[in-house]
């Protein structure tokens, strides 16, 4: 059974304009943890932002921020004032009970 | 720069040959992580070792194995290589070995069985 999805195979957006990447997960369980990873075209994998499943304020890192509607099990990432280096493949996570889970990622092509 | 390193960061092999990547973690974390990317599997958590010692196994094959070393470097073998073994594999770091740590990953082995 897939735990995290990602819908958007795909996103474009202008530059300096904020992008919304959507993530949805499945777990019963109360304790988890979400992450959101950039993945460039150069291979290597970027930790951006943590949200717990116990914390109450949505994350942010500078202009990541993470919309955690845990009711509804989503977790997006919101990247504000879009800049051409945030261009990538983004990934969300999961983790639970030792284990983890990624999405199928989202690749963002931010437009000049 | 994760302070994660991993190697070799290409390696071209045969069919029914083995390999042995490697992992040293950051400064100070004592958990590793191995997971396999590729193309129709996507991104696959394969296992977990804290301190020297397993703690969770994902969707690891018999074919593959690990080990956490005393300096907390560890090694993932692959054995018996098929061709659908081609991925990037990543070797991540974190702190404690808690699920909800921020895992760290290195930049990744790139193998290519021929």
């Known amino acids: 059974a897939q735990k995290i999805t990602q819908t958007q195979p795909g996103m474009f957006v202008q530059e300096k304009e904020a992008v919304t990447l959507d993530c949805t997960y499945d777990t019963s369980d109360q304790s988890y943890g979400l992450f959101w990873y950039k993945q460039p075209s150069s291979g290597e994998m970027i930790f951006l932002i943590y949200q717990g499943s116990y914390d109450e304020q949505n994350a942010t890192e500078g202009r990541y921020s993470l919309n955690f509607q845990k009711a509804r099990k989503s977790a997006n990432l919101v990247i504000s004032a879009s800049q051409l280096g945030d261009s990538a493949m983004y990934f969300c996570?999961?983790?639970?009970?030792?284990?983890?889970?990624f999405g199928t990622g989202t690749s963002l092509t931010v437009i000049p | 720069d994760s302070g994660v390193t991993q190697t070799p960061k290409h390696l071209i092999t045969a069919t029914g040959q083995r390999v042995t990547l490697r992992c040293s973690p950051r400064s100070g974390d004592l958990s590793v992580y191995w997971y396999q990317q590729s193309l129709d599997q996507g991104l696959q958590f394969l296992i977990h070792y804290y301190n020297g010692e397993e703690r969770a196994k994902g969707n690891i094959l018999e074919r593959f194995s690990a080990q956490q070393f005393p300096d907390l470097h560890s090694e993932l073998n692959l054995s018996s290589l098929e061709l659908g073994d081609s991925a990037l594999y990543f070797c991540a770091s974190s702190g404690r070995g808690a699920s909800t740590d921020t895992q760290y990953f290195g930049p990744g082995t790139r193998l290519t069985v021929l």
């Open positions: 996570a999961m983790a639970r009970l030792g284990q983890f889970y």
